[in-house]
């Protein structure tokens, strides 16, 4: 299998005002046309800004609380931020929309028995949402930079009876993935779960580290209009009216954790479905944009293809994150961040290396 080299790291300086490093649970990164690039967590309320300040060193950082440009479930809790692209002048970002199993502590038997017999739904995981991007800042609504004339305005994806939204309604009646959710399967467990977010123009990709059925993991496709100021809704892209396209894609067993846009093609971080340790991979979907209906791709036809493995470290290191990113007359090698960093990629409290990786 094609082996992953190494072409440099990037240390992303963070300044240390959070209660917890941030650098601990990078789940998203994104890349702004200034420059700028943007990370998120799956621990936190916010998005996280950060300009170059030296080659290859991240600093200045600025944080910006997600409730303040749209309107969260619940305005103090925590998103699961999983996937994040800049596209249009926007910034968008996408939460697991997955239910979990509580945690055993260890400490009282009967109270960790009635934890493993617990899943619960956090509703601000069930976000999927723009926010306009000009320069530096983020706005809740303000002039396109091009266009003074068009405004442009912060938005989410439309909620329902305040515990869902409109996706995940359509998606439950669908004969492939309705069944995982109407069940409310935890994510880990094979569960509908939301680890991707890769935008161009309209289409918006999203993808899912589960449900994996008989190996084939799923790519979903939507498009999205502004109905009111703040609310977005799907649209109809298929043939017979449907709101969602599927893309079925064998990655060996593995679900997808992030996607990144290369080209036409599209690049999938694939890993382990389950809560289970596993090397990572790193696919292309050649001409990625370009299905017009539902999509079966295996690797047999070329079309899809294994890019490279990335470096395996048991208990850390599970990589999240992708963006393209120049480096040393590569111009489109690839960022990976990671959650649980090993201890060698942290330096000092507040400050992480990611890594960077050379594209064929």
Not at 168 to 196: Q, V, Y
Not at 204 to 225: K, N, Q, S
Request: proline share 4%.
């Amino acid at each position: 299998m094609p082996e992953s080299f190494l072409l440099s790291r990037v240390l992303i300086r963070f300044n240390g005002k959070a209660d917890e490093p941030l650098g601990q649970d990078l789940s998203a990164a994104a890349f702004t046309p200034d420059g700028s690039l943007w990370v998120g967590s799956d621990e936190t309320r916010t998005l996280e800004r950060l300009s170059p300040i030296e080659p290859y060193i991240f600093g200045d950082h600025q944080q910006f609380f997600v409730k303040n440009f749209i309107d969260l479930f619940n305005q103090e809790g925590e998103i699961d931020i999983e996937g994040m692209d800049y596209a249009n002048n926007y910034l968008w970002i996408i939460g697991s929309h997955s239910t979990k199993r509580k945690k055993v502590k260890g400490k009282d038997l009967e109270k960790d028995l009635d934890k493993l017999a617990t899943v619960e739904r956090e509703l601000n995981r069930y976000v999927l949402a723009r926010i306009p991007v000009v320069g530096k800042e983020l706005f809740k609504v303000c002039s396109h930079p091009d266009n003074p004339d068009k405004k442009m305005t912060a938005g989410c994806l439309q909620k329902i009876d305040d515990n869902t939204n409109v996706l995940m309604e359509a998606l439950k009646e669908d004969r492939h993935i309705g069944h995982f959710i109407t069940s409310s399967i935890p994510s880990k467990e094979n569960g509908f779960d939301i680890e991707g977010l890769a935008v161009r123009g309209d289409k918006i990709f999203i993808g899912l580290r589960g449900p994996v059925l008989r190996g084939w993991a799923l790519i979903l496709e939507i498009e999205v209009e502004e109905t009111e100021p703040g609310i977005l809704t799907l649209k109809k892209i298929g043939k017979e009216g449907e709101q969602y396209k599927k893309h079925f894609l064998n990655l060996n067993g593995l679900g997808v954790r992030e996607l990144c846009l290369d080209g036409e093609d599209l690049l999938i971080l694939a890993g382990p479905t389950m809560d289970l340790e596993g090397a990572l991979r790193v696919f292309r979907l050649k001409n990625g944009l370009d299905h017009p209906e539902n999509s079966i791709s295996g690797q047999e036809e070329g079309d899809l293809e294994v890019v490279l493995d990335l470096p395996f470290r048991f208990g850390s290191d599970h990589a999240e994150g992708l963006a393209l990113f120049p480096c040393l007359g590569q111009q489109n090698s690839l960022m990976v961040v990671y959650d649980s960093p090993d201890e060698n990629r942290i330096l000092e409290s507040h400050s992480i290396f990611a890594d960077v990786f050379r594209l064929k």
